[in-house]
């Protein structure tokens, strides 16, 4: 979307998460129905509700011209008739400007008398009679035709000037202590009234605890709830605003920051910006930087004066009210409150009075709960630490610290006991016949980083891996199995895609609080024996992976049975030596796009086998968002790829290995097979036949050519590799007509 | 059984010959027996009918060329319709579609009402 902003947003590069409410939020924009479709906003503080609906102010303002879009931000404070004012004057003027495409207009603050000149001026008279009328009841001191004009305007612009107006009202419950005079109506009241005419299409946002829903029943009501932005979403945003402030990072931190922080938008960048301006200490490379800078934020960065400024706590009572909220993690009664704190029971309703306010607790039924988010728990808990309890700031930081690095251990332990055997199945999928250093492969027994076992192509101290071509777990392997998890990987050795270079792997996989004790080798040994003469392999390596090391007598005995060892850290290690553009911290690899994916497929020889090829293309192809055509054209090529390699493949047994590989712009497929070498000068093409007509053979390669954006055909070692490239943006094709 | 299930449609002196989701080396085969044994018969019209044909490979195209090539020799016609997007790109990225008419349907290439579209794709 272009960048013309009316009412200010944030960059695009910096939005994440809500394009498809955004999306949503205009269909419902767009539908002409009766009654006319609405939706109640609601979130916590900062969770991005302006950002949305100035975002859905922006695309209808310029990307239809059928339904004008009006937006209004209510202000607390304000008396009725200066609100009723302000209102009708936004009304008009976003009118004007939408019709004369004047976006300038929209925002102006030009005095009524001047706009009603430009009113006048534009030919939008009935826009001129609704400030009239305004103008008439003010003088004639009529609050309530003031108000009542005012917040009819809408209707009639959208009535006299024979356009839909969608309203946009951000912060509806700013309104709730408005009201025309003293003992009068309340503002939100009238309002509501106007809402719920059957013809008139609206947004409103609220926070949670403002009681919208039940005032604005009888409309046809859409209610939606905002939280923080997804994992996913939350650290691709951290990672792209730490990239723009130039931070470092590393992304289980950023994950871990991102979950700590809510995913709340305000706080995510607030955290970054005094980072990056050297405000408070920390950082987000380790754990024990990011709880510095988080603890740092929330006593007394940005995250603090924004939350001192949004949550006005009255004293004492409501601190204590809130401590004791906070700690219980159940609901309680008013009675229960006053009895644990020893309070009077109108102080205590009092102060919960307040809190509910802020959104910090709910009350439900007579039942009392804590109902902020973690942030805040983390404030206020710092505050009560202060004030209360009487802590210094500093030692009140430091418990905070150590708190939260014992959560962020719990949970990095947690993370890692459910990936570990994901995680191995990863790394050897990643294995492409690259050098490690083969102390990843000798991990020593439990504090000792001794040597462990040597294979002959370790006597440099390297450890050259196969390229791997497919891996999975082995299950079944004996009746009433039990023992750790075992995975395996197969592929070829030293370049040889032949019998001769086979190779599998066989890893056992302890992801247990616990190092790999004698028992668990013995198991281990036991089980792939069987797997070794089960699968007939001409070279087979052993391999244990365990999360908290080895046993002195369990890394003894695979050291002499000339087995593999990897801790828990090795492996790590081990991942990052073996996935390309591994680097810890990179930001496109946060968001997920940076680090190529890739999918194998091994297809054996046989008839139609290229049809498996083609299946797992159409999937990948599809899940990359390239069109229908796009994945038609790359089926065919892949068919025609995988007949090359089955008529080049002089072993009747050769199999033929597709790897996909998904970027963020292309998709790339080698297809490679064991046989003779075969470039294109080598394919055969028959001579042109009578009558004008086309040869009969040889047009593979012209169709590869003709629907992929790069074919190019490469010698390996013991084979050929035809590699395959299509761009998304379909580079180079000119898809009318299927031909470059 | 349909006349889609046996593979062909006999008119009398037109047939349409229906093809399968995927013409390889044994498909292609199959059309091409499928073709001789009507031309045989004297029939003087045929519709490969590829509506529902996913994927023509190259084996694919070089039988259809000969099929073309022996109708062709005994004086008969052969169209095409119900060709997909990608196997109409490659049917003319091989140049094939200047030398077969081609039709959206196997009504349109029976009746030859609309003339035949050699442009456009279904």
Redesign the interface.
């Known amino acids: 979307m272009r960048d013309k902003s009316i009412f200010p947003i944030t960059p695009d590069g910096g939005f994440f998460g809500r394009t498809p409410l955004i999306e949503h939020i205009l269909q419902v924009a767009k539908k002409t129905l009766h009654p006319s479709p609405a939706i109640l906003l609601k979130g916590k503080r900062w969770v991005g509700k302006t950002e949305v609906l100035r975002r859905v102010h922006r695309e209808l303002f310029w990307e239809q011209a059928e339904i004008v879009p009006v937006y209004y931000r209510f202000k607390g404070g304000l008396p009725a008739s200066d609100l009723a004012e302000d209102f009708l004057k936004a009304v008009v003027r976003q009118y004007a400007a939408f019709i004369e495409r004047r976006p300038a207009l929209a925002v102006s603050e030009m005095p009524l008398l001047k706009l009603k000149r430009h009113l006048q001026d534009s030919g939008l008279d009935f826009a001129v009679d609704i400030v009239s009328r305004h103008l008439d009841a003010k003088k004639g001191l009529d609050l309530t035709s003031v108000l009542r004009n005012a917040l009819s305007a809408p209707k009639c612009v959208a009535e006299e000037g024979g356009q839909q107006v969608f309203l946009i009202l951000d912060d509806l419950e700013r309104l709730s202590g408005t009201v025309l005079c003293r003992g009068g109506p309340s503002v939100i009241n009238e309002i509501v009234e106007t809402l719920k005419e059957p013809d008139f299409s609206f947004i409103a946002s609220g926070r949670l605890t403002t009681p919208l829903e039940g005032m604005l029943s009888g409309c046809c009501l859409e209610t939606i709830t905002m939280t923080g932005l997804g994992e996913d979403d939350a650290v691709a945003m951290m990672a792209e605003v730490a990239r723009n402030f130039s931070l470092d990072f590393d992304t289980e931190i950023l994950t871990l920051a991102g979950k700590r922080l809510g995913g709340n938008p305000m706080y995510i960048k607030e955290t970054l910006l005094d980072l990056k301006r050297g405000d408070v200490p920390g950082g987000l490379k380790d754990l024990k930087g990011f709880a510095d800078l988080y603890v740092s934020e929330v006593s007394r960065g940005g995250i603090a004066k924004a939350l001192a400024s949004a949550v006005k706590l009255g004293g004492e009572v409501d601190l204590r009210v809130l401590g004791l909220l906070m700690k219980d993690k159940g609901a309680l009664s008013l009675e229960e409150i006053c009895g644990r704190l020893d309070l009077e029971r109108e102080d205590a309703a009092g102060a919960i009075g307040l809190l509910a306010a802020l959104d910090l607790v709910e009350r439900n039924l007579g039942s009392i709960k804590w109902a902020g988010d973690g942030v805040e728990r983390d404030y206020i808990d710092y505050v009560y630490s202060t004030l209360i309890r009487s802590m210094s700031p500093d030692e009140a930081r430091t418990w905070m610290v150590r708190d939260i690095l014992r959560q962020g251990s719990l949970a990095r332990g947690e993370k890692m006991k459910g990936e570990l055997k994901r995680d191995v199945l990863a790394v050897l999928s990643s294995f492409r016949g690259q050098s490690v250093p083969g102390s990843l492969f000798r991990a020593g027994p439990c504090g000792d980083n001794g040597p462990g076992v040597q294979e002959s192509e370790d006597r440099e101290n390297i450890i050259n891996l196969p390229f791997m071509s497919g891996s999975f777990e082995a299950r079944g392997i004996e009746k009433n199995e039990s023992g750790v998890p075992v995975v395996m990987a197969q592929g070829f050795q030293n370049k040889r895609y032949d019998a001769g270079g086979e190779v599998i792997w066989i890893a056992g996989v302890k992801d247990a609080a616990s190092p790999v004790n004698l028992g668990d080798v013995e198991n281990f040994l036991r089980r792939t024996s069987i797997l070794t003469k089960r699968f007939r392999c001409g070279r087979v390596v052993r391999w244990f992976v365990g999360r908290e090391g080895f046993s002195r007598e369990a890394a003894g005995r695979l050291e002499r049975e000339g087995v593999y060892l990897t801790d828990g850290p090795g492996l790590q290690g081990l991942k990052t030596k073996t996935s390309s553009g591994g680097r810890v911290g990179d930001a496109a690899a946060a968001q997920g796009i940076s680090q190529p994916r890739e999918f194998e497929v091994v297809l054996p020889p046989g ?2 086998a290229e ?1 498996v090829g ?1 299946r797992a293309a159409a999937e990948i192809s599809s899940e990359m968002g390239f069109d229908e ?1 796009s994945i ?2 790359i ?2 090529s892949v ?2 790829a995988c ?1 090359n390699a089955f008529e080049h493949s002089r072993h009747s047994t050769g199999r033929t290995h597709l790897r996909f590989i998904q970027e963020p712009d292309k998709l790339t497929i080698h297809i490679s097979n064991p046989g003779v070498y075969f470039d294109e000068t080598s394919l055969i093409k ?1 001579p042109a ?9 040889g ?2 390669m ?2 590869m050519k ?2 992929m954006d790069e074919v190019r055909v490469e010698g390996m070692e013991g084979g050929t590799r035809m590699v395959l490239v299509k761009y998304l943006a379909g580079k180079g094709v000119e898809k009318d ?3 470059r | 059984m349909t006349e889609k299930d046996k593979g062909f449609r006999d008119l009398g002196d037109i047939v349409i010959l229906y093809a399968r989701d ?1 013409i ?1 080396d ?1 498909e292609g085969e199959k059309l091409e027996e499928m073709c001789e044994t009507f031309l045989k018969k004297g029939v003087k019209r045929i519709v490969l009918d590829f509506s529902n044909t ?2 023509i ?3 694919g ?2 039988i259809l ?2 099929i ?2 022996r109708v ?1 020799e005994l004086n008969a016609q052969v169209s095409f319709s119900g060709l ?3 196997n ?3 049917l ?5 579609t200047e ?1 077969v008419s081609i039709y959206s349907t196997e009504d349109a290439a029976v009746s030859e009402k609309e003339g035949p579209d050699n442009n456009l794709p279904v």
Do not use: T
């Open positions: 008839r139609n049809l083609v055509d038609a054209r089926k065919a068919v025609e007949i028959s036949r009578p009558g004008g007509l086309p040869r009969k053979r047009w593979g012209e169709l003709g629907f007509d299927g031909e | 995927y390889n044994i996913d994927l490979n190259s084996i195209v070089s060329i000969g073309i090539e062709r997909k997007k990608v109409y790109d490659i003319k990225l091989v140049g094939l030398h």
